[in-house]
């Protein structure tokens, strides 16, 4: 699976942008899809998993403001970031993950910054 992410840039404080990462080939069957994002100096952080059964965790910096979305049909998966802070600040990156046999996928990442 290539997972390529689009829609970064960079936006005011208390913007919004939509993330999306389009898979190279069908999601239906991926167990887990998310998104991390990577602040300079920082480790990279879970922000959003969307899984086959619809269940959805988010970072407790992100809760109330973005929003995973997963559409099968168009083998893609959207990040919605509204009310973003410059502490969103970062590179952030789509991942997919198949439990059995166990696979995990990165994407290249997309940068996002948020300017006070």
């Known amino acids: 699976v290539q997972l390529v992410e689009s829609g970064g840039g960079l936006v005011q404080a208390g913007g919004s942008l939509r993330l999306s990462c389009a898979a190279s080939g069908s999601i239906f069957r991926i167990d887990v899809m998310g998104w991390y994002r990577r602040a300079p100096g920082k480790e990279r952080e879970l922000v959003a998993t969307h899984t086959t059964d619809d269940s959805t965790i988010y970072a407790d910096s992100v809760k109330g403001r973005f929003t995973i979305a997963r559409d099968n049909a168009k083998n893609t998966v959207y990040l919605q970031m509204n009310s973003l802070k410059p502490e969103d600040t970062a590179v952030y990156y789509c991942?997919?993950?198949?439990?059995?046999?166990?696979?995990?996928?990165w994407g290249q990442g997309t940068q996002v910054t948020v300017s006070s």
């Open positions: 991942n997919a993950v198949y439990f059995a046999p166990w696979r995990n996928y």
